[in-house]
């Protein structure tokens, strides 16, 4: 858990903006995410920064979590819930890098990478990335479609037929609890009616 801790503090964001020589948590919203990355960077430079935070996930529940778990002989009942508590951990370092002074992102693109990692049927991530695209192209709030698409996982997995495992229930209820507090600001401008809109992509645009 401390090595995907360690691994999950690499900041995407912070990587890129060395070659850039910029620091976007000094910018827009002061988030190291994606997010920011995009509307203060632009795509190219948020592509990348989701590439790296999507790759950290994906890394520490497949390879830390699992591969290196077996290698060590941990006994194999014992290594899905060692994978789902690394991955958690990545999310958590992305969220508060111990290199940046605790001053991440939100955790969304980490726990992308982590969900992947899970290997669960590919129609999981669709239905997910569904969510949130739907919410997006409604409202134009992109903190609330993550913040809806992390509470619909643990309650997709309650009507699953193919997932029933209560170690990842339980997974999953954490990480919307996460989302849920990662996006309190984005929640208290939203209700007072100052959250920014993606507005290229809503349906109903405001006139």
Known sequence: MFLSYLLGSISGSMVIGKFKKVDIRTMGSGNAGGTNAFRTQGALFALGVIAIDISKGWIAIHYIGTVLSESMGIPSQDIFLLSLMC???????????????????????????????????????????????LVLILTGYVGLGTILTGISFPLYLCISPDIVLNELMGFGIACAVLIIFTHRSNIIRMYQGNENQFEKIMIFKKQ
């Not at 940046?100 to 290997?119: D, E, F, M, P, R």
């Open 87 to 133: 991955g958690f951990a990545s999310v958590l370092g992305h969220i508060y890098p111990i290199y940046h002074n605790l001053k991440g992102g939100k955790g969304a693109g980490t726990l992308i990478g982590v969900l992947i990692g899970l290997s669960l049927p590919p129609y999981t991530i669709l239905i997910l990335i569904g969510i949130w695209l």
